[in-house]
């Protein structure tokens, strides 16, 4: 109800809104809805607590948690990578990094999701091979799980090569089977760690296996 002296204007205001009634609203485009609680991986970059993971993970994250260690801060970000510090850091152990010079056969090391691997966060090795491009990146064969997204990709010496990214939504589920993935190349890393002075680590490489001590499970937890 509203004063006949209003009617010019009410009646636009009563025709715009009837024109955006939906009954039954359509669904959103794009990605399923993430859920309030996301697991995936990160990499030790250096021993003053910086951690690489896949950009994706970090999206809209009221908290981001390193497992066992606390919370972490967002330093920055690339259309694909994140950069994670955990101040008061003690005893990290960064991984070497590869040139991925002519590498096909991979090591893929991370966390799965702790229902894709009944409830244990222990890190775990996945073995793959890099496949064609797709829209300038490679892609890694077989997908991992869920979980895996921003794990090492390393070479047969455990060398960090790149990066693992899960296209899709990344949410947390029942299933062991992962969303296609693709490889974040080692050359666009070190340039991310270059332009914030970050010095890549310069450990000595062992094999695969070592790296799992080098890789964190990181939390997510959205409003």
Known sequence: MYDQAMQGTMDRVAIAMSSRFEPFPSAPAGPSTRHKVEYATGVVVDELGHVITDRQVTDSCLVITLAGLGNV???????????????????????????????????????????????????????????????AKRALEPAPALGFSGAAVTDTKGRLVGLVQLKGALVAGPTNVGAPAQLVPIEQIKAFLNGRNIAPAAAAASSPEAAKASVLRVICVRK
């Open 73 to 135: 801060e967002l330093l920055a970000e690339t259309a694909d990578l994140a950069l994670l510090r955990l101040y008061g850091a003690r005893n990290l152990k960064p991984l070497a990094m590869g040139d991925g010079a002519n590498v096909r056969d991979v090591t893929l090391v991370g966390i799965a999701d702790p229902q894709a691997q009944g409830g244990g966060g222990m890190a775990t090795t996945v073995v793959a091979r890099l496949g064609t491009a797709e829209n």
